[in-house]
């Protein structure tokens, strides 16, 4: 039955209109506009050097430990840039993006279970996507998720 019920999660997950993809590594959107990532690469503002081209000045690579001569620090497939802007950890090979391109909410580290009713905040746990990451429930705190589950008897 559990394992229904998360397959009936992921249908639900990949079903959702995930609009453009933030983490595809171009500043362009699946609508052809130029998307604002936040990040200080993305405005031209950015008067310090990124060594490494990642889009991290140098200063903010040496804030956060990663290594500004090497694009992607914890060489796992993402540029620290990308990691940074999709809150991910670039200095932990584990904690990537998506590779679905499922956003990740910043507040992820910071949710408290509450319980399993209505309008609470349910204890984190973690389901295996199509594309074979690992998605853990809190890692989408900034939105509304709805679990779907069946049973047959």
Not at 22 to 47: E, K, M, R, W
Not at 82 to 105: C, F, K, L, R
Request: charged residues 25%.
């Amino acid at each position: 039955m559990r394992r229904f019920i998360a397959v009936s999660i992921l249908a639900l997950l990949a079903a959702c209109d995930q609009g453009p993809n933030p983490l595809d590594g171009d500043p362009i959107t699946d609508t052809g506009t130029t998307a604002d990532t936040g990040s200080s690469a993305d405005t031209g503002t950015n008067t310090d050097a990124d060594s490494d081209g990642d889009g991290l000045s140098d200063a903010t690579e040496a804030e956060l430990g990663t290594d500004p001569n090497l694009p992607d620090t914890d060489n796992d497939g993402y540029d620290d840039g990308v990691e940074v802007d999709g809150n991910t950890d670039p200095n932990s090979a584990s904690d990537h993006p998506y590779a679905g391109g499922w956003p990740i909410g910043a507040c992820r580290d910071d949710i408290q279970s509450t319980g399993n009713g209505l309008g609470q905040i349910s204890q984190d746990f973690a389901l295996t996507d199509q594309y074979g990451d690992t998605l853990s429930l809190h890692d989408f705190c900034d939105r509304e998720v709805l679990l779907v589950g069946a049973a047959f008897w």
